[in-house]
């Protein structure tokens, strides 16, 4: 540390060239209060290696002299100085090879040596403390004694020995033998000097290598999002910049030391890594207190997709899921399962278990994920934002305790949560720290998941190589192996592990616990069926591949509804059509047959009676209020009934005109041919009558019915 030298006269500088040297006997005779270098309190005390309260009780007892400065101290005292001479010999001699080092260290400039030396060749320890080049000192010492070393030991070396005692002294010092060579010719050509290492020649000077323009751009270039390494910056962006200002061009490590010293944890990750790098590692949390919660009083869950590949049943190679519901309080798993995909209704079998096993539990705190923002849970479709340019609005517009989405009611359903009284508490979006399932993943699960085949990372780039040759192979677990081993995982974790300050293991915390009340397996099936939207159609509702129809849904053809449904019961499905207010149990439907007509057809006619049943009902309550007045309002359908009345009227006249000139050229043909008749029925002459041929008598008979059958015709036309 520099000592603070103040002068209050103009006399020769110690340091000037016609100064002679101080003897011994010359710094102990008593110098004039009022002339000489003089230092402060502090400086004497570093001076003689002693504390400032020892020099002072030195200058209380008249053992120091002192001068007053003419300054005043921020706590209202006068500041005095002590003569340089009023000290020891030792400490006199200390002040003058300071003075001697910082005049070296000022008249140093770039071109200069690589550390400051001596008129003897050795380096000048105080100048380069003045620099702050210790660890260079150190670099100094190590390698003048490795080269000591050297030569101490080839001096007494045999012939043939030396390339070993070079390998042998190097593996001694940690380095190579060629570096132990360098050194050793470096120390011959330069003395110890020669050993400053180049790379830390300005060491301690920090930014002083660069402009402030220069550290300006650079730092502007580093603290941003797309993570530009100090060569990149260096390479594209300072060198154009110092070149097009006349700025001296900063070597790489210069830059990249700067870059560390001037920027700390919180900055880099903020600025290069983003908003939610920096609200997860780096953010100020506070720690939960457990003592508030009670055993089952608060569950946790979450979904993650292990670092495993596995064999489903249908022998497809998946990763699955685990959506995993945990006990905050007492940190035991009280309800898994494992699926290909995660979704609503993995979530709520995973916690149909806790149900079954612990009852229901007071609260779930969970997050903004769609398998937990759902109609199933009790749930809006809708999701928790956050805006990363104004943090503080989701606390200012949204309330997040107990809930931050409304327990809603759709289609005359309640979610799960609703129906059994379960308050739900949502995390903030990207928040994952807040929740406790994560540590448990990340502190549990993940270590013993590298052990299994199938280990595939969680980060691509760290993917196994032998990862596809098990996959290849086969060599994998199946879906049931897998939940085999995880049940084993659950369980140790439940009876042995004791999870942060909560004193004993999951398993101890429910010996003495009793539920709240447990639903019966019954009520959860139907309180976790599916629900879909689906449109009534002339066929029934398809789902799952089968037709749904009934006498009662039938006549709602056309219309949307909700299903509700359980995937692994197919027999039937609830129907709810908000829109008439209608719930309905819908049995499955069978298929018809190509030939002949079975139960099906039996069925679909019922299915098309019920809907010519409520076309009837509608139509007759209808009925009374079909006044043709009050549909007609501008007589329009009247006039059109009587334009057709008597375009009706005219047609009749029209056809009864034709119909008379019929009959009249009827019977005209009727006598003609009754004469044909009567004439071929005449003997011949010179002949005897006879009884009539057979031919004339079926003429007679054509002709009556000729007659008979206008005669009819003409009293229809004119009746």
Aim: glycine share 6%; proline share 7%.
């Amino acid at each position: 540390m520099t000592a603070r030298v103040t002068q209050f006269t103009t006399p020769a500088s110690p340091l000037a060239p016609a100064q002679p040297e101080l003897d011994g006997n010359a710094l102990r005779q008593p110098a004039p209060p009022a002339s000489g270098p003089f230092v402060t309190v502090k400086d004497a005390a570093l001076l003689e290696g002693v504390s400032e309260g020892a020099v002072r009780k030195r200058i209380e007892r008249g053992d120091l002299a002192r001068v007053p400065t003419g300054e005043v101290a921020p706590n209202g005292r006068r500041v005095y100085a002590i003569p340089l001479s009023e000290l020891p010999p030792i400490a006199q001699e200390a002040w003058l090879h300071r003075e001697r080092a910082q005049k070296r260290v000022a008249e140093m400039g770039d071109d200069d040596a690589r550390c400051p030396v001596l008129d003897t060749g050795d380096p000048d320890i105080n100048a380069m403390v003045e620099q702050g080049r210790l660890s260079d000192l150190d670099e100094i010492n190590r390698r003048s004694l490795a080269v000591a070393e050297l030569n101490q030991t080839l001096e007494h070396a045999a012939y043939g020995q030396r390339t070993a005692l070079y390998k042998l002294i190097a593996e001694g010092h940690g380095v190579s033998a060629a570096t132990l060579r360098r050194w050793a010719k470096e120390e011959a050509a330069a003395g110890k000097a020669g050993h400053a290492p180049g790379w830390n020649r300005r060491k301690g000077l920090g930014s002083r290598a660069m402009s402030e323009e220069t550290r300006a751009v650079v730092l502007a270039a580093y603290l941003d999002e797309r993570r530009l390494t100090p060569t990149q910056i260096r390479a594209r962006i300072v060198i154009p910049y110092c070149t097009a200002h006349g700025l001296p061009v900063p070597h790489r490590a210069t830059v990249a030391r700067f870059l560390d010293e001037a920027t700390n944890h919180v900055e880099r990750t903020a600025f290069r890594r983003g908003r939610r790098a920096f609200e997860a590692s780096c953010a100020a949390k506070v720690i939960r207190d457990l003592d508030t919660l009670g055993v089952y009083e608060l569950l946790c869950g979450d979904c993650r997709k292990l670092d495993v590949f596995c064999l489903a049943p249908d022998g497809r190679v998946v990763r699955p899921w685990i959506a995993l519901w945990m006990d905050v309080r007492t940190a035991g798993i009280v309800g898994w399962v494992l699926a290909p995909k995660i979704n609503a209704r993995m979530v709520a079998l995973a916690f149909r278990r806790a149900l079954l096993d612990l009852g229901v539990p007071d609260r779930v705190y969970v997050d903004n994920g769609k398998e937990f923002c759902n109609r199933a849970l009790g749930q809006s479709l809708r999701r928790l934002r956050i805006n990363y340019d104004d943090p503080g609005s989701i606390t200012d517009t949204v309330e997040r305790w107990p809930a931050v989405l409304p327990m809603a009611d759709h289609d005359g359903w309640l979610g799960l949560f609703t129906v059994l009284g379960i308050e739900r508490v949502t995390a903030l979006p990207f928040h994952a720290w807040s929740k406790p399932v994560e540590a448990l993943f990340n502190a549990f699960f993940k270590p013993k998941e590298q052990f299994l085949p199938g280990w595939c990372s969680a980060d691509a780039k760290d993917k196994p190589e032998v990862l596809a040759r098990q996959i290849e192979r086969g060599d994998l677990l199946t879906a049931e192996q897998l939940a085999g081993i995880v049940t084993q995982w659950v369980e140790e974790w439940n009876t042995t592990h004791v999870c942060g300050d909560r004193g004993q293991p999951p398993a101890a915390f429910y010996e003495h616990f009793t539920p709240r009340w447990v639903p019966t397996p019954e009520l959860c099936d139907v309180l976790l069926e599916r629900s879909e939207k689906r449109k009534v159609q002339p066929h029934g509702i398809k789902l799952l591949g089968e037709c749904y129809k009934s006498p009662e849904l039938m006549p709602h053809v056309g219309e949307w509804c909700t299903v509700r449904f359980d995937p692994f019961d197919r027999r039937a499905i609830t129907v709810f059509i908000s829109s008439r207010n209608v719930r309905l149990a819908v049995p499955r439907a069978a298929k018809a047959s190509w030939q002949g007509w079975g139960k099906p057809n039996v069925d679909n006619a019922r299915c098309r009676k019920a809907q010519r049943s409520a076309l009837a009902d509608t139509q007759a309550a209808l009925a009374p209020y079909r006044d043709p007045a009050l549909l007609d309002p501008d007589r329009a359908v009247a006039m059109i009934a009587e334009r057709k009345a008597g375009e009706a009227a005219l047609e009749a006249e029209q056809r009864g005109a034709i119909n008379a000139k019929a009959v009249a050229l009827a019977a005209d043909i009727i006598e003609e041919k009754r004469r044909a008749i009567e004439q071929a029925a005449q003997p011949p002459e010179g002949s005897e009558p006879s009884g009539g041929s057979p031919m004339a008598a079926i003429l007679a008979k054509s002709a009556d019915a000729w007659q008979k059958r206008y005669s009819t015709q003409e009293e229809v036309d004119h009746g």
